[in-house]
């Protein structure tokens, strides 16, 4: 069984900092990408950032400048540092990963349970 998850949600003011992190645990034999994505009410879920384990990274647009992804191999962590937060960064953050498990040998797209994050003054 493989399991995900997340800490480091919040409110934090507009312009301010948050660090979110993910933990992969459980029966894993190789992590391939792993991301964050966030779902705002009423909208649908959207990709912020992605990492390979090569350490490749992809950025959606709005967050580009703001926003760090970075991942420990080692300890199957990922984070997302999140700068210069605006309102429109509120949400619910998703950990996502594509993860091979060691027990089946199966590659699966596994996901957090989400972690809120709320920007207002």
């Known amino acids: 069984q493989v399991q995900l998850v997340e800490s480091g949600g919040g409110l934090v003011q507009p312009g301010g900092s948050l660090t979110l992190s993910c933990a992969a645990s459980?029966?894993?034999?190789?992590?391939?990408?792993m991301g964050w994505y966030r779902q705002a009410p009423g909208n649908q879920r959207e990709l912020v950032a992605a990492i390979t384990s090569g350490g490749s990274t992809n950025y959606a647009e709005s967050v580009k400048g703001r926003f760090t992804i970075s991942r420990d191999n080692a300890e199957n962590t990922v984070h997302l540092q999140m700068n210069s937060l605006k309102p429109e960064d509120t949400a619910v953050y998703y950990c996502?990963?594509?993860?091979?498990?060691?027990?089946?040998?199966?590659?699966?797209?596994?996901w957090g349970q989400g972690t809120q994050v709320t920007v207002s003054s």
């Open positions: 996502n990963a594509v993860i091979l498990d060691s027990t089946y040998y199966y590659t699966g797209d596994y």
């Open positions: 459980g029966s894993i034999f190789s992590i391939n990408t």
